[in-house]
Structures are given as structure tokens and as C-alpha cells.
């Protein structure tokens, strides 16, 4: 009987290490929260490719969509679910637009990421978009690649359109270079050759 028992704690425990050791294979992305340094909250950066996640889920289709695009390129995850974003004008303590800031300054390559809710992109990812309106200095922008990401079931061209016209505007604006955007699998294919891979480290 202890040798029945020994057996099967020995297969739980290498199926164990196996799931593991696959979720560490899948550690090409970094999903760093927010670090607290003397109250003030940042995300440390890994690589220069930044992914920033407007899905209420951390590992959903949108994120998905993100590592079929980076394949085996390393790249950092922020997760806009877990920083406090307020709307623009409002100015409550505890706001983290700065630490969502700062990630993109640190960052060479830019990548959003938003399902469609009611055929626009999540209200996180907005109110990022919206925070930047009051961002004067744009030289720690300037220059850098952005691309885009579309997350829905079926999102209509005039959602689409929609969306890129406002990336196309926000990227003038803030001298980013948008290289493009996708909603579907052969759109991300499009995009993977475009990604500067030399911005890994």
C-alpha cells in the first residue's frame, strides 16, 4: 500500500514539474506588477518591447494575440487591469499613468493591445490614450515603433477604421512610428517581420 502511495505522489509531482517547467518556456514575456521603490510605483523593464495589455483578462485572446505576434522574442507585459488609470482631469492619489508612462518611455518598440467593447477599445486603454493629452514633452517618444493590436469575435470595419484613425493621430502626435495594426491571425503574421527584433535587449 506505501508503495501504491509512494508511486502516485512520485507521478503527481513530476506532473507538477512539467506544468512548471511549460508556463517557465512561456517565460519569453515578462508580466512584472507594479514594483513599490519609496512609494513609488514602476514596472521594471526586461527588454526594450513593451506590450501593454487593455483586456480585463491578464491572459485572454488579447494577450494571445501578442505572443502569436512575438513568437520567441522576449518582451514585457503590463497589464493595464492592474494599474489605476484615472480618466482625464481627475486627480486622485494612487493614480498610475505615470508608472504606464514611464514603461513606454523605457520602451523602443510600442505594442496596444484592447479587445472591442461596444466596437472601441476598453476604457483602460482609452484613458491611457486620453492621459497622454496633457503629456507636453514628447521627446522620450519620439521615434519609437508602435503597432497595434484588435482582440474581438468580429469587429466591424467601422470600428476598425475608427480605431486606426485615432492610433494614426496619436502616433503624429507624439512622432511614434505606427507600423500597423491587426485583428486576425494572417494580419499578425503581416506584422511579425516588421518587429525589430534587435530591441530585445
Not at 510600442?110 to 472591442?116: A, E, L, R
Not at 492621459?131 to 522620450?140: E, G, H, K, Q, S
Request: with cysteine; glycine share 8%.
Amino acid at each position: 500500500m506505501k508503495r501504491i502511495f509512494l508511486l502516485i505522489a512520485l507521478i503527481v509531482c513530476m506532473i507538477l514539474s512539467v506544468a512548471c517547467a511549460s508556463s517557465t518556456d512561456t517565460g519569453s514575456v515578462n508580466t512584472g506588477a507594479a514594483v513599490t521603490t519609496n512609494g513609488q510605483g514602476r514596472f521594471q523593464m526586461k527588454t526594450k518591447i513593451l506590450f501593454i495589455n487593455g483586456s480585463e483578462n491578464r491572459d485572454g485572446n488579447t494577450s494571445r494575440m501578442a505572443k502569436q505576434l512575438f513568437g520567441n522574442t522576449q518582451y514585457d507585459q503590463l497589464n493595464l487591469v492592474d494599474y489605476r488609470v484615472d480618466s482625464l482631469g481627475q486627480h486622485f492619489e494612487g493614480d498610475q499613468f505615470d508608472v504606464v508612462l514611464k514603461a513606454m518611455q523605457d520602451a523602443d518598440v510600442i505594442v496596444f493591445g484592447t479587445p472591442m467593447y461596444w466596437h472601441t477599445m476598453s476604457g483602460s486603454m482609452k484613458n491611457v490614450i486620453d492621459r497622454m493629452y496633457d503629456i507636453r514633452d514628447t521627446a522620450n517618444l519620439q521615434g519609437k515603433q508602435l503597432y497595434f493590436i484588435i482582440q474581438g469575435a468580429d469587429p466591424t470595419p467601422q470600428s476598425i477604421e475608427s480605431t486606426e484613425y485615432i492610433m494614426t493621430r496619436f502616433a503624429k502626435v507624439y512622432g511614434l512610428e505606427l507600423k500597423g495594426m491587426a485583428s486576425n491571425s494572417s494580419e499578425l503574421q503581416a506584422l511579425q517581420s516588421m518587429i525589430d527584433r534587435k530591441s530585445v535587449v
